[in-house]
Each structure stands twice: as C-alpha cells, then as structure tokens.
C-alpha cells in the first residue's frame, strides 16, 4: 500500500527525521491559511498524489505570499497530474501540501529497499540527489552506495556514519544524518513497510532535512499496523483492482488483451506465462479464488470485459474447491446477461467437470473448448489473431 508524501513525513518525523513545517490543506484557502500558520515568507505547495516526478509536472510550487499559495492550489485542486512515473491517466489531486521552503545547499537521494538477492534491507543512496533512482543508476552508477543491513543487529551507527561520509556530507551535520538514517530503518523495520524513500534529502546551513518522502507498505502485513491501514486512499488507486478487491477478486490490470479469468494466484501465474509462450499478451491478472459462487464468476466477467483492450478471453478452472458447474453457470449466467463479442476459450478440470462441461454445451453459446492449460492458451491466442483479421477492414488491391 502507498501513502501519501505528508503522511509518510508525519510518520517518519515520528522516528526523529527532520522534515519542513507543513499543513494540509483541501481548498485554497485553506491552503493561504496554512502558510500564513507556517510563517516565514516563502513556501512550496505540494501535490499530494500516489505518484513521483511531481515536480517536474507541476505539482510542486514555489511561492512568495499567500495570494500565490491561494492560485497555485486553485491551479492544483481536482487537476489530473500526469508524471512520467503516473502512466497516461495520471493520479487527481484532491490534497494539497503546503510547506515552509527551505533553502537548499546539496540535495541528496537516500533510499530503503529490500533486495531480494541478499534477502536484507539495503541502503541506496547517492550525493547526486534531485534525480531518480533509475537515472542515477544509469547516469552516475558510480556516486552510488549500497549498505546491507544484518537484520540479527538492523541498522548500526558505524554502518549510518560510512554512509553519511560517503555521501560527503560535512562534518558539522554528520551526527544529524546519522539520526536521520538511523530513524528511517526503524521506521521501516517497525512499521513492516517495503520501502522508504527521501529524494531529496537536503543540506541546509542548519542540518539535514527530508524534503519528499515516500513510504510503501506491505498489504500482508498491515493487520498489524491498523493505524498504518487507516492511512489508504482509495482514490490514488486503480479504480479497477479496487473494485476487484471490494468483491472478493484479486485483479491487476496489465496492458496486453487476452483477458484471464482463473482460480489460483498460482494458475493465474501460470496461465498468463503460457498466453506469453503462445504469443499473446494478458490484458489482467484475476483469481477468482476457492469456493466462487456462479455470482462472482459473472462479476469477473463484467470486470475483464470493463477493460477496452480486451480481445479474448481465456477462462481456466482447475476445481479442487472450487465446483465447474458453479463456474460454468456464471459463464452462462455472464454471457446471457451481456453477451462478449470476442472469441472466449473455457478449460475446465477438477471437481464436477462433467456437469460443468454439460452445462456449456447445453448453454449453445460459442465457446471454444480446452482440456489442457497449454491448449487453452494456444487457442487464446490463435482465436485472437483470427477474430483480429477477420474484424480488421481489407486492404483495397
Ligand atoms: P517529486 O519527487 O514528486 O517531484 P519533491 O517533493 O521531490 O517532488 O519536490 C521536487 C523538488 O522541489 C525537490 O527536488 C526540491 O528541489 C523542491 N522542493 C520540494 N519541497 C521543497 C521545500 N519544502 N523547500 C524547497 N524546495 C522544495
Ligand atoms: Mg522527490
């Protein structure tokens, strides 16, 4: 789970970290009336959306007085900010953050992620800060620093200290960065997120302050955390995993156009593999789950076919709890409701598969059969690129 910029800062100014005073506001005048709470004379208006690259999107703003604080949340408020890290629909802004502006000496990049190699937490960071990770990584490789923490001991002070040298960082502030590293590993560690980023960390005259923080949280772990829970803001999300989740589905959409339609994470896994062997591309990945009920198989339906690029659909059942008639009457139930008007391959094996088989042939719809994972993906696959020909107008000779 992601969470928005402020609320990562509240959070990790909960472990000690330095961050800008800021407020949040939902209207520009609540926005005028932050800064004027902040005090100073110059701030930066942030939009908080689920996304990086704000800045360069517009969605981050410096401003001399209120009057501008007050247009450039008006600016903000409700606009879709498209970054290039936000894909083409972009992320609404119906939040926005305003902050006392600091003045920047150096900005940094300093993150936490969990390498799946070492099966540790590792520091990233790099005194090329105000770029993205990527681009340091391809652009500078060689201002980069990777530190490994042992999780038997987690994050040692020596360890903080080696990083704040490497990044230069002068000697009057090194004690300050050391807190500040040390205190965001605690806050990852308690809190079980995946990641915690702070790009940019910056240099002032006084210390070391965080000015962008991005947290993200592991789902599976969040029963424990219900205070982190409450933190979701839906609507930073794909509306359509969203809705998926609400009814007990788990979905991801994905760009390709054979839409899936399977039982198991596992299978799900496997079948979109197996569309890719056969050269096609999955439009999604769903499970249904164990135990779906004819209801939530026509809910699939409508979730797969609610996606555009959909072409085909693969629909694969290996019924241990599952029962294939149920699913072969939410087919038919799906189809009789609001028919598809693309080819559609059904596998179906397990529990009841000859009643579920009975009842797709009784049904008359035009269904293409499979008795195997592999057959079923290459008839996906080929049902498509035929149904793509024959709907595609001819050349003219
Ligand atoms: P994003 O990463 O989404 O672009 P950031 O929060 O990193 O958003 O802001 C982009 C840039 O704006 C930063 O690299 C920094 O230069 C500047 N900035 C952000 N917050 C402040 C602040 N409080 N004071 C001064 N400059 C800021
Ligand atoms: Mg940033």
Redesign the pocket.
């Known amino acids: 789970m992601d969470i928005h910029?402020y609320q990562a800062k509240e959070i990790l100014a909960g472990y000690g970290v330095p961050v800008?005073r800021g407020g949040l506001a939902y209207s520009p005048e609540q926005a005028a009336y932050r800064a004027r709470e902040i005090g100073g004379n110059k701030w930066?208006v942030?939009a908080q959306v689920h996304t990086?690259?704000?800045?360069?999107a517009g969605?981050?703003k410096?401003c001399g007085n209120e009057h501008e604080v007050y247009d450039a949340a008006d600016e903000m408020f409700g606009k879709r900010l498209v970054?290039h890290q936000s894909g083409p629909e972009g992320k609404i802004v119906y939040r926005v953050y305003v902050?006392?502006?600091?003045h920047?000496l150096k900005?940094i990049y300093l993150g936490f992620v969990l390498d799946r190699k070492t099966e540790r937490v590792m520091v990233v960071a790099s005194a090329a800060g105000?770029m993205e990770i990527e681009d340091i990584a391809a652009d500078k490789p060689d201002t980069l620093i990777r530190s490994v923490v042992e999780p038997a001991v987690g994050m040692q002070a020596f360890q903080a200290r080696e990083i704040a040298f490497g990044l230069g960082i002068p000697g009057e502030h090194v004690q300050k960065a050391v807190s500040l590293i040390m205190g965001c590993y605690k806050a990852l560690e308690s809190l079980d997120a995946n990641m915690v980023e702070i790009?940019?960390l910056v240099i002032t005259e006084e210390g070391v302050i965080a000015?962008?923080a991005k947290m993200t949280f592991d789902d599976n772990a969040l029963f424990r955390h219900p205070s982190i829970a409450e933190l979701r803001d839906k609507s930073q999300e794909d509306s359509r995993e969203t809705r998926a989740a609400d009814r007990g589905l788990s979905y991801v959409g994905l760009t390709g156009n054979i839409g899936c339609i399977v039982n198991g994470a596992g299978l799900a896994m496997a079948t979109m593999d197996m569309i890719k062997l056969a050269g096609g591309e999955p439009a999604n990945f769903l499970d249904i789950g164990g135990g779906a009920t004819p209801d939530r198989v026509a809910k699939a339906f409508r979730l797969v076919m609610s996606d555009d690029n959909v072409q085909a659909i693969l629909v694969n059942i290996f019924a241990g709890i599952n029962r294939c008639d149920w699913v072969a009457e939410g087919i038919v139930q799906a189809l009789e409701k609001n028919p598809v008007h693309v080819p559609l391959v059904v596998r179906l094996a397990g529990t009841h598969v000859e009643e579920g088989r009975r009842i797709l042939a009784r049904s008359g719809l035009p269904i293409i059969r499979a008795n195997t994972l592999a057959e079923a993906a290459e008839r996906a696959v080929q049902a498509w690129k035929n149904d793509v020909n024959l709907k595609q107008p001819k050349a003219v000779a």
């Open positions: 910029e800008p930066v942030k990086g690259g704000r800045g360069k969605g981050v410096l970054t902050e006392g502006a600091v920047i900005e105000g790009n940019p000015l962008d």
